[in-house]
């Protein structure tokens, strides 16, 4: 059985939209942290004059890979290996950048090499879109901004706060 995402089939559809308009003149897309890959085959599904470069974490390749094996369009390449803290990219040059909850979960200096890794491989006159769960601060506690990010977090091991941008 293939992984799947709730909150990926909730979202692609409003995500779509964003992407149609901000991705109209681009044709390579770096998506960062593919997940599942159920938003990978999806945007390139419908987004056919886009190439999109699926990447992910060694820890959880085998699982987009699988459903890019079953799924994917032709406009989807192979799924790569990318740690954003890695000093080479797999990816060299691109003209978009896409990534999908992973700010959030990302430690301060994963953040800042994310931009950095993206300042290195987008072309000029490029895009990046990012969508992603943000919590504000409340007093000493944090609050989860919606339900969906609740439930996010409730399955993050305490010990994770301390190390993400939350």
């Not at 997940?35 to 390139?44: D, E, K, L, M, N």
């Not at 000093?87 to 003209?95: A, F, L, S, T």
């Not at 006159?125 to 409730?154: L, P």
């Amino acid at each position: 059985m293939l992984p799947f995402s709730e909150a990926c089939e909730r979202n692609r559809g409003p995500i779509l939209d964003v992407l149609q308009r901000a991705f109209a003149r681009q044709s390579e897309v770096l998506e960062i942290g593919s997940g599942t890959g159920q938003h990978a085959v999806h945007f390139a599904s419908n987004l056919t004059h886009l190439t999109w470069h699926p990447t992910e974490r060694v820890a959880n390749l085998a699982a987009l890979q699988a459903r890019l094996r079953f799924e994917a369009p032709a406009n989807v390449r192979p799924a790569t290996v990318l740690d954003v803290t890695q000093k080479e990219w797999p990816v060299r040059h691109v003209d978009a950048v896409f990534s999908a909850n992973t700010l959030h979960i990302m430690s301060w200096r994963e953040v800042m090499a994310l931009f950095a890794g993206i300042d290195a491989v987008l072309m000029r006159a490029a895009s990046c879109a990012s969508t992603d769960h943000f919590a504000t601060k409340d007093g000493t506690r944090r609050r989860a901004t919606s339900a969906s990010m609740r439930n996010f977090a409730s399955a993050i091991p305490p010990q994770a706060y301390a190390s993400s941008m939350r």
